[in-house]
């Protein structure tokens, strides 16, 4: 069974981050890491891969040079191969547009599933994994929470994470895809091993062809914090500030 | 230019959601005039009932046999959708919004815009805006004069106000369920409560990733027991860490709360989480990063690193 993951990096946002009106990431100190749903789509794919038998992994990534790194961060943590599709230039590319270029790379596979992280924490769309399975014309399942693989490895039993902490449970036949909630699992940390045959082991690189987006788009900073009151001083005038707005309220 | 617009209703059972009627009000500011809005679903004509009284507009319900999949609605939207030709879908970005709109939207060919905040108009075009970067900046999406999907997130609107005089016209449709291989097969119920369920309580003392290391979690306990009526929520990623069971997690995947006085310890403020905590009556953030976007939500706002400023609150009040 060939399993294929889609990886995305995002800027980490632990340092100041913003975006330039062309959708570029700007921040005196700029880094990017893997998304962190998708940590968990890989892991997904992995727990799968130990479960069954010839089962292969890919990783892919839409995006400029730089996010080589995380297909390889991906091998490192157990994908056999990884492929980039790499996008000339520096800038906001929309869920429809990435969905469309794994869409060219995977229709020529013979993936039985595709894992996706269920949203990416830049953007927060949600979108690329059910427009990429409608574009492969397979079902899926979005918010995954739990998946089982049944052993003759055609159907998954899935638990979806809906409101209030409730769960939808489906069967799921494949060929299909699924993008995964963070907390399914707990995604590995790479292994010498891996980290090894990474670095041996060369990157799949795809020139994307331009696929023009159907909406036109902008950015802006957040307006800055409206109406909210600073409670200002040291840490103890500002604790004994809050308990006088407490008091203040009725609350103690 | 008149827009036409399509509501999909979103309803458990025959329960209309509350997000359903936060759609109305967006598409009224549109164009009241030109509003269908259509309720799916075993129940549906009971959904579609109330919604046809509260709002005076027309409703299509199409009654299922079969249960909620994301390919059985794709499927009848599209043919609702195509049928219509609407200038704008609209519906919510919950989990079954998410779930099944996108591929709709690549099903017909339009472009899907997906947790919209707010809508504004100019020379006759409609512009979307979402939060990027757990709220610290906007995208503004304009599709132009293509017609296009959008997912609207939950409490971004008020709820649709105005009572009809006149209920809206009721088109019942019948649906076969169609062969899938994506099959419906019940629901799991969360964990029991042990404590004051987090919904009730009067004040929810919330942590998130700023609290560092589980250890801390101790010091969102004390506070919490400070106050009658209290419970710890928290910010999913302390979730996903198994630091605290999923029903202690506040924001669009968890609970939603309302509560007297809302304590958010080290949270970001994505805006799934400020989705479940916006309404609460009193909110207190404290955060290290002053352009943490939980702020921007706050009615006070300490800008102290949490894991300090606590211990010292906690002395203070065992001064009083």
Same mark, same amino acid.
């Given at each position: 069974?060939?399993?294929?993951?889609?990886? #995305?990096?995002?800027?980490?946002?632990?340092?100041?981050?913003?975006?330039?009106?062309?959708?570029?990431? =700007?921040?005196?100190?700029?880094?990017?890491?893997?998304?962190?749903?998708?940590?968990?789509?890989?892991?997904?794919?992995?727990? @799968?891969?130990?479960? !069954?038998? &010839?089962?292969?992994? &890919? %990783?892919?990534?839409?995006?400029?040079?730089?996010?080589?790194?995380?297909?390889?961060?991906?091998?490192?943590?157990?994908?056999? =191969?990884?492929?980039?599709?790499?996008?000339?230039?520096?800038?906001?590319?929309p $869920?429809e547009v990435?969905?469309?270029?794994?869409?060219?790379?995977?229709?020529?596979?013979?993936? +039985?599933?595709?894992?996706?992280?269920?949203?990416?924490?830049? !953007?927060?769309?949600?979108?690329?994994?059910?427009?990429?399975?409608?574009?492969?014309?397979?079902?899926?399942?979005?918010?995954?929470?739990?998946?089982?693989?049944?052993?003759?490895?055609? =159907?998954?039993?899935?638990?979806?994470?809906?409101?209030?902490?409730?769960?939808?449970?489906?069967?799921?036949?494949?060929?299909?895809?699924?993008?995964?909630?963070?907390? @399914?699992?707990?995604?590995?940390?790479?292994?010498?091993?891996?980290?090894?045959?990474?670095?041996?082991?060369?990157?799949?690189?795809?020139?994307?062809?331009?696929i023009p987006p159907r909406t036109r788009f902008?950015?802006?900073?957040? $307006?800055?914090?409206?109406?909210?009151?600073?409670?200002?001083?040291?840490?103890?005038?500002?604790? #004994? +500030?809050?308990?006088?707005?407490?008091?203040?309220?009725?609350?103690? | 230019?008149?827009?036409?617009?399509?509501?999909?209703?979103?309803?458990?059972?025959?329960?209309?959601?509350?997000?359903?009627?936060?759609?109305?009000?967006?598409?009224?500011? @549109?164009?009241?005039?030109?509003? +269908?809005?259509?309720?799916?679903?075993?129940?549906?004509?009971?959904?579609?009932?109330?919604?046809?009284?509260?709002?005076?507009?027309?409703? =299509?319900?199409?009654?299922?046999?079969?249960?909620?999949?994301?390919?059985?609605?794709? &499927?009848?939207?599209?043919?609702?959708?195509?049928?219509?030709?609407?200038?704008?879908?609209?519906?919510?970005?919950?989990?079954?919004?998410?779930?099944?709109?996108?591929?709709?939207a690549?099903?017909?060919g339009i472009p899907c815009i997906?947790?919209?905040?707010?809508?504004?108009?100019?020379?006759? +075009?409609?512009?979307?805006?979402?939060?990027?970067?757990?709220?610290?900046?906007?995208?503004?999406i304009?599709p132009g004069?293509t017609?296009c999907?959008?997912?609207?997130?939950?409490?971004?609107?008020?709820?649709?106000?105005?009572?009809?005089?006149?209920?809206?016209?009721?088109?019942?449709?019948?649906?076969?369920?169609?062969?899938?291989?994506?099959?419906?097969?019940?629901?799991?119920?969360?964990?029991?409560?042990?404590?004051?369920?987090?919904?009730?309580?009067?004040?929810?003392?919330?942590?998130?990733?700023?609290?560092? #290391?589980?250890?801390?979690?101790?010091?969102? %306990?004390?506070?919490?027991?400070?106050?009658?009526?209290?419970?710890?929520?928290?910010?999913?990623?302390?979730?996903?860490?198994?630091?605290?069971?999923?029903?202690?997690?506040?924001?669009?995947?968890?609970?939603?709360?309302?509560? #007297?006085?809302?304590?958010? !310890?080290?949270?970001?403020?994505?805006?799934?989480?400020?989705?479940?905590?916006?309404?609460?009556?009193? @909110?207190?953030?404290?955060?290290?990063?002053?352009? %943490?976007?939980?702020?921007?939500?706050?009615?006070? !706002?300490?800008?102290?690193?949490?894991?300090?400023?606590?211990?010292?609150?906690?002395?203070?009040?065992?001064?009083?």
């Open positions: 069974m060939k399993i294929l993951v889609s990886v #995305k990096q995002v800027p980490d946002m632990e340092a100041p981050v913003t975006i330039d009106a062309r959708g570029r990431w =700007t921040g005196p100190a700029l880094s990017f890491r893997m998304n962190r749903f998708d940590e968990y789509a890989l892991e997904e794919a992995l727990l @799968i891969k130990e479960a !069954c038998h &010839d089962v292969t992994i &890919d %990783a892919v990534s839409v995006g400029p040079a730089r996010v080589q790194s995380v297909v390889v961060r991906a091998m490192e943590m157990g994908a056999d =191969t990884g492929v980039h599709i790499e996008i000339g230039r520096e800038g906001y590319v $869920p990435i969905a469309a270029h794994i869409h060219g790379y995977a229709r020529e596979q013979d993936y +039985e599933l595709i894992i996706c992280g269920a949203m990416s924490e830049d !953007c927060m769309h949600a979108q690329v994994g059910p427009l990429l399975a409608e574009l492969m014309g397979v079902p899926s399942l979005t918010a995954v929470i739990s998946a089982h693989m049944r052993e003759d490895g055609s =159907t998954l039993d899935i638990e979806q994470e809906i409101e209030g902490g409730l769960r939808r449970r489906f069967v799921l036949v494949l060929p299909a895809l699924i993008s995964v909630q963070t907390g @399914i699992n707990h995604p590995r940390y790479p292994t010498l091993t891996n980290v090894l045959r990474a670095k041996r082991q060369a990157v799949r690189r795809i020139m994307a062809h331009d902008s950015f802006r900073e957040a $307006p800055e914090a409206k109406q909210g009151v600073l409670i200002r001083g040291s840490i103890r005038e500002q604790a #004994k +500030e809050m308990l006088r707005v407490l008091h203040e309220h009725a609350i103690l | 230019m008149a827009k036409r617009i399509v509501i999909i209703a979103e309803s458990s059972a025959a329960t209309v959601s509350p997000v359903t009627y936060e759609l109305v009000t967006l598409a009224a500011a @549109i164009d009241p005039a030109f509003v +269908e809005i259509v309720a799916l679903g075993t129940d549906s004509g009971e959904a579609a009932r109330e919604i046809a009284v509260h709002t005076g507009m027309p409703v =299509t319900a199409v009654v299922t046999s079969a249960g909620y999949t994301p390919e059985l609605w794709k &499927d009848l939207v599209f043919r609702i959708i195509q049928g219509r030709n609407p200038d704008l879908t609209i519906t919510a970005h919950t989990a079954c919004g998410q779930d099944f709109a996108p591929g709709l690549a099903r017909l997906t947790a919209v905040e707010s809508c504004s108009r100019a020379d006759d +075009e409609l512009t979307f805006t979402r939060s990027i970067l757990n709220g610290k900046a906007l995208m503004d304009t004069a017609p999907l959008i997912t609207v997130m939950p409490g971004a609107f008020a709820a649709y106000g105005s009572t009809s005089p006149t209920q809206g016209e009721i088109t019942l449709i019948a649906s076969d369920s169609l062969p899938s291989r994506v099959v419906p097969s019940g629901m799991t119920q969360p964990g029991e409560e042990d404590t004051v369920p987090i919904t009730e309580a009067e004040v929810v003392v919330s942590a998130g990733r700023g609290i560092g #290391k589980p250890e801390n979690l101790e010091l969102i %306990a004390q506070l919490a027991a400070r106050f009658n009526r209290s419970a710890v929520g928290c910010s999913r990623p302390l979730c996903d860490q198994g630091w605290l069971p999923y029903r202690q997690q506040v924001g669009l995947t968890g609970a939603t709360v309302s509560p #007297k006085l809302y304590i958010a !310890c080290g949270i970001s403020g994505s805006p799934q989480h400020v989705a479940g905590m916006r309404d609460s009556q009193l @909110i207190i953030a404290i955060n290290k990063d002053p352009h %943490a976007a939980i702020f921007q939500v706050a009615d006070y !706002c300490v800008i102290a690193d949490v894991v300090e400023f606590i211990p010292i609150l906690l002395e203070e009040l065992d001064n009083q």
